[in-house]
């Protein structure tokens, strides 16, 4: 989290070089807005006001997931017309990318782990951690960094596949969830019949 203000732009110059036009000190303070100073806050606000940081933290998960299905909501909305009319060529593509990049990552985040003996708790809170990357700040900063280069249907556009991802991640980590509790469900049942 800390290193993600230098590391994205630095990823993201290596990765696209020249062929996108991105401003590495644009995106180097939307990432830090947009990771760095959330934290900043919640640690300050943990320090001096615990009181209010443990109330705060019981509405947060919630707050956060429904911010985020706003964000993606409306970058999907924005783009409505452009897959009707065509654009929509691209969505199977960008869908079957964005299952294969989290279903790769929930599956590694889970035998990875295994493979090197941590519980099955340390497996699946990793696979949990590796499958749900943060989606959502791919939309805030796609929004941002291409603001300066594009239109508004544009940036639009280009904040599309992040939506996607983060709408994608929020399924599949909830689906994965759920089979976990099912799963352990099953076996406390067994252990208290037998």
């Not at 990432?31 to 320090?47: C, D, E, F, I, Q």
């Not at 294969?100 to 090197?116: D, E, I, Q, T």
């Not at 949990?128 to 556009?157: D, P």
């Amino acid at each position: 989290t800390m290193l993600a203000s230098v590391m994205t732009p630095l990823l993201v110059k290596l990765l696209v070089g020249n062929s996108v036009s991105v401003s590495g000190v644009g995106l180097a303070a939307a990432t830090a807005k947009v990771v760095l100073l959330p934290v900043v806050l919640g640690m300050v606000v943990n320090a001096k006001a615990p009181r209010l940081s443990r109330v705060v933290s019981r509405f947060a998960p919630f707050g956060s997931c429904l911010l985020v299905a706003l964000i993606c909501g409306g970058v999907v909305a924005e783009n409505a017309s452009c897959l009707a009319l065509g654009g929509g060529n691209y969505l199977g593509t960008i869908l079957a990318s964005v299952f294969a990049l989290h279903s790769v990552g929930f599956l590694a985040g889970y035998l990875v782990p295994k493979g090197c003996g941590f519980s099955e708790k340390t497996a699946r809170t990793v696979s949990i951690e590796t499958g749900m990357q943060n989606s959502a700040l791919a939309v805030v900063l796609a929004k941002s960094c291409s603001a300066a280069v594009g239109t508004g249907a544009e940036i639009s556009l280009v904040a599309l596949p992040g939506a996607l991802s983060a709408t994608m991640h929020s399924c599949l980590g909830s689906i994965l969830a759920a089979y976990w509790r099912f799963q352990d469900s099953q076996k406390e049942t067994k252990s208290l019949s037998s």
